[in-house]
């Protein structure tokens, strides 16, 4: 079975054309491919998951270095996950595209883009992921401009252009790592790499920390998240946060526990982009109006978590176990939540064609399934217990906890992770507010003029939304529930991959000390609810209260920085080629056009002077070859003659019967020549009297042989008779 890890990548790239071209034709043939690919990949990475072997397959010739795939427990994990979500989504797509366009091409690319990612996961060297990465990028490319609105072109030309930036960087990184260490597999890395601390390894580790990070949506590379996820439709949206995001994690994972193991200065530089990251996305969720860009800015804040447990591991390093565990689960848990929240957002989209807070408030009331799953997802997010949330976080809570009483047990000040804490605790209150802000929202809430058409609108979901959905809220929920015999070993599982060795004891998820770690947040998420959602981000109307987005416009990093500083960059350079331009064109262009003519002219010149030589120079050439023929003509007919020696022996019979026959030949072909006859064919008398002078000495032969046989019986008759004479 070495051959699966192969086979889970190429056959969503196999079935991307037939699902495209049958689509065309009737839209539910595109489907029923697209969801028996995803559930044959499912099958396979829960084979490969339970099994617990590691398959491994090579390609050495590849891309000059070779790509190389390999099964473990992370990556299949991982892989796991992603073809789950692919299933779940491509079950909710036929509902969602019911009524939208370009179906196939939408099934198309979402098989393309399944390939390229279980690609990456599977990886096994950098370059082979690199190569994934890329086509996922451009694949996905679609999902984000799939609608062709103004605003959709928009993000997709920013979420392409980031994309396009952090593959060169990755690129570069790439060259000059391999350079430095001499191999990107993944196993060698870390064994190839010097002590940590080391100066040369921080510039190709950064960009390739660039080029995943901005996958990722890191800061300050994350301004296409809250733009892409709105934008793209919603089964999409569900795979771009939950999946998309964790190609780039994996990479930062991958350089993080191999190169950087134990690099305090990188641990810290990974701590800092991670806090900036879950506060920041927390703020623009919280405030946010719109259902799907709340819960993009809630993925951008989650990836900071898990950049916070990724720089935990580095600051750890061989007392790691914590922060690995709270990484891998956090990156399952937001998986899973993000899959179940934006399918809840579909669902309300396929109802409504609404995401504004706004327009959609109390639409989920009385809905009591699409309530419990949305519950589910939101409750998990914001870490209470009993959801699987909660377990993620408090394992990343007790890494920090862990290095602060490290530090102080060597002496050390801990005052800047201390602080670093309380950001993570009032980032779970902030995360806590926004999910509250969304569910009361729509499900507690009343519409102030449309609650009762809200009321009379019927199911919201039809059976495969609801089984993807409720399938989705109902693993979330079973994981969560039991986080010690569930998510505790699936995590250490996948501890080797990252170097982290298992627990020395299980983490009691439900201790005091963990549940009032939990409780501050809750209780700063409930505090900011009470004091700023209600008294602040809501406004007063005559027809009730409406949600208000306070974000300053100008604080948008895309619009106030990005933007200007690639149109600055433009601008400067038009600014320094306008007058090379014009030099070019009112001086040099003249001068060198004056300069070439002046050197043709004196090209032409020596031509007219080249001729005459040339002519003179062919004719001696010529004189000076027929002489040296001629002399050598000469001398092969006179001294280099080649003396005559003995005459060998004649082709056939004897010198007789060779010339006899030659001057019958002649005579013959003469006799032929004067009757007209040359055409027709005629004996060669030489083999003809060759044969006859055989014929004769055959027969004189035998002659002599009977006669010398009778004389000899003559000789022994008459010896007979002499010695009968004798004997009388």
Sequence with gaps: MDFLPVLMVALPFLAAIP??????????????????????????????????????????????????????GFRALYAAVASFMWMMTSLFTPAYMAHGHSRARYCFFTLLTMGATIGVFLSDDLIGAFMFFEIMSFTSYCWVAHEQTPGALRAAQ????????????????????????????????????????????????????????????????HVWLPKA??????????????VLTKVGIFGILVISSRLFFGDVLWGNVLLVLGLINMFLGALLALFSTDLKRTLACSSMSQIGFILFGIAMQSLLGEHNA????????????????????????????????????????????????????????????????????????????????????????????????????????????????????????????????RQEAFDRMGRAMSALPALALGG??????????????????????????????????????????????????????????????????????????????????????EESLYRPLVSGITRLGIALCTPLDKLVDGFLGPFAWGAFALLARALGAVEVLFRPLYETATFIARTFEVLVDGVSMLLVRTVLRPVKG???????????????????????????????????????????????????????????????????????????????????
């Excluded at 996820?229 to 939950?242: M, Q, R, Y």
């Excluded at 804490?421 to 009032?426: G, L, N, R």
């Excluded at 900011?528 to 008294?535: D, S």
């Design 646 to 728: 003995p005459a060998g022996p004649p082709p056939v019979g004897n010198r007789l019967t060779y010339a006899l026959g030659r001057a019958a030949d002649r005579i013959t072909l003469g006799a032929r020549r004067l009757f007209g006859r040359v055409g027709q064919p005629a004996p060669s008398y030489s083999y003809l009297f060759a044969s006859l002078w055989h014929t004769i000495q055959d027969n004189s032969r035998r002659i002599l042989r009977t006669l010398s046989f009778s004389l000899i019986l003559f000789a022994l008759g008459f010896v007979l008779l002499l010695a009968y004479l004798l004997t009388r």
């Design 322 to 449: 914590l922060a690995a565990q709270g990484t891998v689960l956090h990156m399952l848990n937001h998986s899973l939540i993000k899959l179940c929240l934006f399918m809840a957002a579909g669902v309300i989209y396929i109802n409504l064609h609404q995401l504004n807070l706004n327009d959609i408030r109390g639409f989920g009331r009385k809905r009591w399934g699409l309530m419990t799953c949305f519950l589910v997802g939101a409750a998990s997010i914001s870490g209470i217990p009993m959801f699987s949330g909660y377990a993620s976080k408090t394992l990343l809570h007790e890494s920090i906890v862990e290095y602060i009483v490290h530090l102080q047990h060597l002496g050390e000040s801990a005052l800047w992770y201390q602080l670093a804490e309380w950001v993570f605790i009032i980032t779970g209150g902030i995360t806590f507010c926004y999910m509250l802000k969304l569910f009361i929202a729509i499900f507690v809430e009343k519409h102030p003029t």
């Design 229 to 242: 996820h709105p934008v793209a439709p919603a089964p999409a949206s569900a795979l771009l946060s939950g």
């Design 472 to 557: 989705s809220a109902l693993l979330l929920f079973v994981l969560g529930l039991r986080p010690e015999d569930t998510l505790a070993p699936l995590a250490n599982r996948t501890l080797d991959f990252m170097h982290a060795h298992a627990p020395e004891h299980a983490v009691v998820f439900l201790a005091p000390v963990n549940l009032i770690g939990g409780a501050k947040s809750l209780i700063i998420g409930i505090a900011l609810y009470l004091l700023v959602v209600r008294r602040w981000l809501m406004g007063k109307a005559e027809d009730g209260r409406p949600y208000l987005n306070r974000w300053p416009q100008r604080l948008d990093l």
């Design 158 to 221: 920013t979420y392409l252009a980031i994309a396009v930036l952090g593959g060169m960087a990755m690129l570069m990184g790439l060259m000059m790592l391999y350079q430095r260490v001499g191999s990107l597999a993944f196993d060698s890395l870390a064994h190839l790499a010097h002590t940590p601390g080391d100066a040369s390894l921080y510039l190709p580790g950064a960009l390739i920390l660039a080029g995943f990070g901005a996958k990722a949506g890191m800061f300050p590379l």
């Design 19 to 72: 699902c495209w071209a049958l689509g065309r034709k009737k839209a539910v043939w595109g489907y029923i491919i697209l969801i028996a690919v995803t559930v044959l990949e499912t099958a396979a990475a829960l084979w490969l998951l339970l099994d617990g072997r590691t398959l491994a397959m090579a390609f050495p010739r590849v891309m000059g270095l070779g790509i190389s795939l390999k099964a473990d």
